[in-house]
């Protein structure tokens, strides 16, 4: 009975693993082997935790043990949004089995009176969203008072969407006496600052301290313009021929928009979709469902839309646009590659967004390899010159001159050659480099088109001067 790869290693209850048996999972996630002990025994638990990782059932199982049914209000799980805890409550409610414990999810944008009648007739475990939890209480609804665990789930998140107040204030209604576990992808100081505040000692369960963690997926970068972004999308949504379903994230709701419409109106026979987070509660989980059932092939949301979506067939991610946060990026990745599959991150990186790619190779170790954007013949959008794509971080295209010192070129002389030809403000020149018979300039990516043809059409050397972009 005690064999250290199943679930009946630990002290649970029947229910529980005839649950987890009926569910067919045969062996417990590293998460679940690391957390599980350790948050059975009571001790307070602060652990790294990748989203598809199993975290949910590595809080699930001790948060259910822990409970006894007799309708008190025992574990308070809060989640960032909404998705996530729905997601979090559905688990929950097969993992107890046959148990008559109540687990149910809280949050707002749906109507409270609902959610008051179930608090009031009882119910063991609540998952939810701050803000509703908090209007919970101050309704008196809700008293966590005699809590017996608490839980913070995905908890940098809940840190970048500016909860961490709200926390702070659920946690000072609560009890010292409860026990605390806290899963987040990374640690920023804020989180350990509140875990010194509100734990008791706490067990780390760190999968790798200075290492981002993130699933066994194949990460691939393309410079591209903003301008041809849709093209590339285009080219790499064919490439994929749509085998298993596709997310593409964009940072604004109003992009998101913009490609639903962009693609779905070159794109016929696919389902492509949104989510953003001006929608309905209830237009989000209808466009969540059915991606989860497979009726969507195409997905395109923000972050914090797709939240807690939990899909196992998602095989391709796309960055249309690359987050300004590392851990934004892990999750996104974290959607494909689920439990095991193959998967594929793939993101179209401008050149502003190039610091970030150098941040999360270099700081964080990842591996993003460069990739062509592959051509072929289905597009439905055509890809426009756009100098952004050769820029540097500061705008500038390198220019490759056909001469050198030897016919009398110098710095100075090219850069007042240059400036001779067009109006050109002196910013627009970046670093000059001469060498025998050819030499660079940095040209801004503004004023390239005019300085290629005004080179190319002047005649001062007798002869023509060949431009190449370096
Ligand atoms: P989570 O990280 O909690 O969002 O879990 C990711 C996915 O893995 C969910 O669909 C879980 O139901 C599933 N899962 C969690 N633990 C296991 C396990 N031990 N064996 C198989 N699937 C699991």
Not at 330 to 356: C, D, K, P, Q, Y
């Amino acid at each position: 009975m005690e064999n250290k790869n199943s679930f009946d290693q630990w002290p649970i209850s029947n229910e529980i693993i005839t649950a987890i048996r009926n569910k067919g999972w045969s062996s417990p996630t590293d998460i679940q082997n690391d957390s599980i002990p350790f948050a059975l025994n009571g001790t307070d638990l602060l652990a790294q935790a990748k989203t598809g990782s199993g975290k949910t059932v590595a809080f699930g199982i001790p948060a259910i043990e822990r409970c006894i049914e007799d309708n008190s209000i025992q574990i308070l799980i809060l989640t960032p949004t909404r998705e996530l805890a729905s997601q979090v409550s559905e688990e929950l409610n097969w993992l107890k089995g046959s148990k008559k414990i109540k687990v149910d999810a809280f949050y707002g944008g749906v109507g409270i009176e609902p959610q008051i009648q179930k608090i009031e007739s009882g119910i063991e475990i609540l998952v939810g969203t701050p803000g509703r939890i908090i209007d919970l209480i101050r309704k008196k609804i809700l008293d966590i008072s005699k809590l017996k665990m608490l839980i913070l789930d995905e908890a940098d998140r809940m840190l970048d969407m500016g909860f961490f107040p709200d926390v702070q204030w659920i946690i000072s209604k609560s009890n010292d006496k409860r026990q605390t576990l806290l899963f987040s992808a990374t640690f920023p100081q804020e989180i350990l600052d509140l875990s010194s505040e509100m734990m008791n000692e706490p067990e780390h369960v760190l999968t790798s301290e200075f290492e981002v963690e993130i699933p066994d997926i194949s990460q691939k970068f393309s410079r591209i313009g903003r301008i041809n972004k849709s093209w590339a999308l285009s080219n790499i949504l064919f490439e994929f021929n749509f085998q298993g379903q596709i997310l593409v994230f964009c940072n604004t709701k109003r992009m998101v928009e913009m490609l639903e419409q962009r693609f779905s109106k070159v794109i016929k026979d696919k389902k492509i979709s949104s989510l953003q987070g001006d929608m309905s509660q209830s237009a989000r989980e209808k466009v969540m469902n059915e991606f989860k059932s497979g009726n969507i092939d195409l997905l395109i949301s923000t972050d914090v839309a797709a939240r807690g979506l939990h899909v196992d067939g998602v095989n391709l991610v796309v960055n249309y646009d690359l987050p300004n946060a590392v851990d934004s990026y892990v999750h996104r990745i974290g959607r494909t590659g689920r439990m095991g599959n193959f998967g594929v991150a793939w993101s179209l990186v401008s050149s502003e967004e190039m610091g970030m790619v150098s941040i999360l190779k270099n700081v964080h170790g990842l591996d993003i390899n460069e990739s062509e954007i592959p051509e072929n013949e289905n597009q439905y959008f055509s890809r426009k010159k756009d100098w952004n794509e050769h820029s540097n971080l500061f705008g500038m295209v390198s220019l490759s001159i056909d001469v050198g010192v030897d016919e009398g070129l110098n710095h100075q002389k090219l850069f007042d050659w240059v400036k001779g030809l067009i109006r050109i403000s002196d910013l627009a020149i970046g670093s000059i480099s001469i060498d025998e018979r050819d030499s660079k300039i940095e040209i801004h990516q503004s004023k390239v088109d005019y300085v290629i043809s005004a080179i190319e059409k002047n005649k001062d050397l007798g002869r023509i001067v060949h431009v190449a972009v370096v």
